[in-house]
């Protein structure tokens, strides 16, 4: 690693207090609004969610990664760019095709989903303090990466079979570098990104093997 925990954190600190509360405040707003929109189901529900988790991943490569990150690590110009790429592969294909659509579902299968959307926009906040990350040097949902990720891999588990792959790269290699980011500077908080890449791709995988399972 070209940093350590204090340079990184320092960066945590440096970013939070730049952006202030209100794009926290907004970010919060529109996950919730993410979740309302999967539940109920509502005309242009898909459209909404996808420009969401398009605002989410482009902030995070824009502001977080290019922005701050870089200051401190190289190689966040490619984290930025590739999270740029999976903000704009929302638009695209949650605006201009019929193939990123999400269906809520009830049922064993889909708790895990649950799990990890609760878990990055409630849970992940709420451990933080407890495990000495406590405002502003603490990463935020949907403005920063990890949390973030966490979400997005929750909400593409209820994407239907004509899901587009390239979707889940971004956030499966992010799921990979954060997650073990996580172990070597003690954000703990983060250890569920590490699985959630590769538990994520397995229910999607069977998932499509059998379409009935509950």
């Given at each position: 690693?070209?940093?350590?925990?204090?340079?990184?954190?320092?960066?945590?600190?440096?970013?939070?207090?730049?952006?202030?509360?209100?794009?926290?405040?907004?970010?919060?707003?529109?996950?919730?609004?993410?979740?309302?929109?999967?539940?109920?189901?509502?005309?242009?529900?898909?459209?909404?969610i996808?420009?969401?988790?398009?605002?989410?991943?482009?902030?995070?490569?824009?502001v977080?990664?290019?922005?701050?990150?870089?200051?401190?690590?190289?190689?966040?110009r490619?984290?930025?760019?590739?999270?740029?790429?999976q903000?704009?592969?929302?638009?695209?294909?949650?605006?201009?095709?019929?193939?990123?659509?999400?269906?809520?579902?009830?049922?064993?299968?889909?708790?895990?989903?649950?799990?990890?959307?609760?878990?990055?926009?409630?849970?992940?906040?709420?451990?933080?303090?407890?495990?000495?990350?406590?405002?502003?040097?603490?990463?935020?949902?949907?403005?920063?990466?990890?949390?973030?990720?966490?979400?997005?891999?929750?909400?593409?588990?209820?994407?239907?079979?004509?899901?587009?792959?390239v979707?889940?790269?971004?956030?499966?290699i992010?799921?990979?570098?954060?997650?073990?980011?996580?172990?070597?500077?003690?954000?703990?908080?983060?250890?569920?990104?590490?699985?959630?890449?590769?538990?994520?791709?397995?229910?999607?995988?069977?998932?499509?093997?059998?379409?009935?399972?509950?």
């Open positions: 690693m070209p940093f350590n925990v204090e340079q990184f954190l320092e960066v945590i600190k440096n970013y939070n207090l730049a952006i202030g509360i209100l794009p926290v405040v907004i970010a919060f707003s529109l996950g919730i609004l993410a979740i309302w929109e999967l539940v109920k189901k509502k005309k242009h529900a898909d459209k909404l996808n420009n969401i988790l398009a605002v989410f991943w482009i902030w995070n490569g824009a977080y990664h290019l922005g701050f990150f870089l200051k401190i690590n190289p190689a966040a490619i984290f930025g760019i590739l999270f740029i790429i903000g704009l592969l929302f638009l695209y294909y949650g605006n201009f095709t019929s193939k990123l659509q999400y269906t809520f579902r009830k049922g064993v299968y889909y708790t895990i989903a649950w799990v990890l959307i609760v878990y990055a926009i409630l849970i992940y906040n709420i451990l933080s303090p407890f495990l000495g990350h406590v405002y502003p040097v603490a990463p935020l949902f949907g403005i920063a990466p990890c949390p973030t990720t966490i979400f997005t891999l929750g909400i593409l588990i209820f994407t239907n079979e004509k899901m587009p792959k979707i889940l790269i971004v956030p499966f992010w799921s990979l570098i954060g997650g073990s980011a996580s172990i070597l500077f003690g954000i703990y908080e983060d250890i569920l990104l590490l699985i959630s890449g590769v538990l994520t791709i397995a229910l999607i995988y069977f998932r499509n093997k059998s379409k009935n399972l509950k």
